[in-house]
């Protein structure tokens, strides 16, 4: 069998090979060989959150101190964001950390993902809402190694300096309107 991480190439009994392809990431190859991918988050020996298995080397803050928000490596170069105040220790479900009150009835929740993350502000209050605070939320990025890029579409690359590749993609942030419908 030949694997990847998101395809596997099987020998049948009729001598043919048969190929499975997936549209995410199935498999994290890791010094012992594949396992599958596994994005329940769990603490690490340094106090970072990080998923049990993903493509990419992801922590997620354990909260307090001066550790990024989220720091991912790739290919031996690494890009991190970080929060402008210290972070509140996470609440974990599954694949989902929740850092609670980053800013007054704003809670902060970041989501492993097979090769990566997504992030969300959950807004409890139409006070928090039309906060300065949230109005303009700046996160410190940095990266070693990459030339961080905006996209034409409004996201973000981050290139190999050397191979000139994307080592790292963002979309455009968008605002997703959860407010219930009225009739």
């Known amino acids: 069998m030949m694997r990847g991480e998101s395809r596997e190439v099987f020998a049948t009994a009729e001598g043919e090979l048969e190929a499975r392809e997936y549209v995410r990431p199935v498999w994290a190859r890791t010094q012992g060989g ?13 106090g970072a959150i990080a998923p049990k298995a993903s493509t990419v080397g992801t922590e997620f803050s354990g909260g307090g101190g001066t550790q990024p928000l989220v720091r991912m490596e790739r290919a031996g170069r ?3 964001l970080s929060w402008p105040t210290p972070l509140p220790k996470p609440q974990l479900e599954g694949a989902v950390a929740t850092y609670a009150s980053v800013l007054p009835d704003v809670d902060l929740r970041m989501t492993a993902q097979e090769d990566g ?3 969300l ?9 039309a906060s300065e605070d949230l109005a303009e939320l700046w996160l410190k ?5 990459l030339d961080v890029q905006e996209t ?6 981050a290139l190999d300096f050397g191979a000139k590749g994307a080592v790292f993609e963002a979309p455009k942030p968008m605002m997703p ?3 219930p419908e009225t009739t």
């Not at 594949?34 to 340094?46: E, G, M």
Request: a negative charge; aromatic letters at 4%; zero cysteines.
């Open 78 to 80: 690494e890009l991190s």
């Open 121 to 129: 502000l959950v807004v409890r209050t139409a006070r928090a809402a």
């Open 34 to 46: 594949w396992i599958r991918v596994d994005t329940s988050l769990a603490a690490t020996a340094d």
């Open 177 to 179: 309107d959860t407010e």
């Open 117 to 119: 993350f997504t992030q």
């Open 141 to 145: 990025l940095s990266a070693q190694d």
């Open 152 to 157: 034409d579409e409004g996201g973000l690359r």
